[in-house]
């Protein structure tokens, strides 16, 4: 069982080991505990350094096994890397590049497996059995639930008079080290918990009341792509969290962004939805003082564009329309003179013949723009159309 003592016992064990990561204030009552900026990008190397740290001589001499999309693999290869023991971790080859080649370059054996994170899970419970190693698990483990709730400790230090905190959750270990924590020293303060919509595995166990796996996973928030919660996690989840909701990719998507422009934070996906909740006021925090826990910053380069890109779409910072027109000559400067007029920045045209059923001399004018927000967008339309022109899609 998990006691606030084991939770005081791995901050004292993490202490020289770990950062005490910044709170950053927003607005509105808003903070940010930016475990992104943690060793190896994420929280996830207090848990598996404490767990480790916790294991006997005996034990340690075995070497260590653990299986991740990512972050629980860099925590598990840092920690074994410092105490000289040898770890092989099992990894899904859907995880970021950056993920995999960090975990490499701290020493560990990197088996890399076809499918997700519960597929890595169940290649190393079989190399558990043959090689006789510890495994350590990424959530559904006492001491491991207990270095995570060490954040829950520096949370209620560092925000004096703090009414909620709102926790990405994949497995679950992350809330309910810190819930644990938070209730236990103040049960006055709400946890929020939030998943990606598409890999909703908690708070779907928790409206059935028993734990549920997921056939189907869909989210690039790969740090809490997980089909199933942990035995332990979920039943602490039932008892001290208050309420879990989700985000969608998009969403997500646009706290990514948030944290880049304003607070110039980078996130991964899932270090981003406690803050997406938020943004999108998926809880009930109005004038309440919230912090909001940015679990990782370790997001592939690769797909950090596609991220950006979607969040400019989707608070209506860039936007494309299919205008139909008569194919004479003016058109495309009546059209982004007006956009200009409009204080919008047009940023690619495409221009092609209409196809049946259209005037024989028309044509569709593809124009993509830079606006302020979805309302600047919009009247940025009206105005195209006031001139008398159809807008025939848009996206």
Excluded: W
């Amino acid at each position: 069982m998990l006691t606030l003592d084991r939770i005081y016992q791995a901050a004292h064990v993490l202490k020289d080991q770990i950062r005490k990561t910044d709170i950053i204030p927003c607005c509105d009552n808003l903070f940010i505990k930016t475990e992104n900026l943690q060793f190896t990008g994420s929280f996830k190397v207090r848990g598996a350094y404490f767990k480790i740290a916790s294991l006997s001589a005996e034990e340690k001499a075995k070497g260590i096994i653990a299986c991740s999309a990512g972050n629980h693999a860099q925590g598990v290869a840092l920690s074994a890397h410092r105490m000289g023991i040898k770890a092989t971790i099992f990894i899904p080859n859907i995880a970021p590049i950056s993920k995999i080649e960090s975990t490499k370059s701290l020493g560990a054996d990197v088996r890399l497996v076809d499918g997700i994170y519960d597929d890595a899970y169940e290649a190393a419970c079989e190399y558990q059995k043959t090689s006789g190693g510890i495994f350590i698990h990424p959530f559904d483990d006492i001491d491991v639930i207990a270095g995570q709730g060490t954040i829950g400790l520096e949370l209620l230090e560092q925000v004096p008079n703090l009414d909620a905190v709102v926790i990405p959750v994949g497995g679950g270990g992350l809330i309910s080290g810190v819930a644990f924590a938070v209730k236990k020293l103040n049960p006055a303060v709400k946890v929020y918990g939030v998943q990606a919509m598409g890999a909703g595995s908690m708070i779907q166990s928790l409206e059935k009341k028993e734990r549920m796996n997921l056939n189907h996973i869909s989210t690039f928030a790969d740090g809490i792509a997980v089909k199933s919660p942990g035995k332990s996690t979920f039943e602490m989840c039932r008892q001290y969290v208050d309420r879990i909701v989700t985000v969608s990719d998009d969403e997500t998507a646009t706290a990514i962004l948030t944290l880049m422009e304003q607070q110039k934070l980078v996130a991964e996906g899932a270090g981003a939805v406690a803050v997406a909740a938020v943004l999108f006021d998926k809880l009930p925090l109005k004038g309440k003082k919230v912090c909001a826990v940015v679990s990782g910053g370790n997001i592939d380069v690769n797909i950090l564009s596609r991220v950006i890109n979607r969040g400019l779409l989707t608070t209506g910072r860039m936007s494309e329309l299919k205008i139909e027109m008569l194919d004479k000559p003016g058109q495309l400067k009546e059209v982004s003179a007006i956009i200009a007029d409009m204080g919008a920045n047009v940023i690619k045209v495409f221009h092609n013949p209409c196809g049946e059923n259209t005037d024989i001399i028309g044509c569709y004018l593809h124009i993509a723009m830079e606006t302020k927000n979805k309302e600047h967008f919009l009247s940025v339309k009206k105005a195209i159309c006031r001139k008398g022109y159809v807008i025939v899609d848009e996206h």
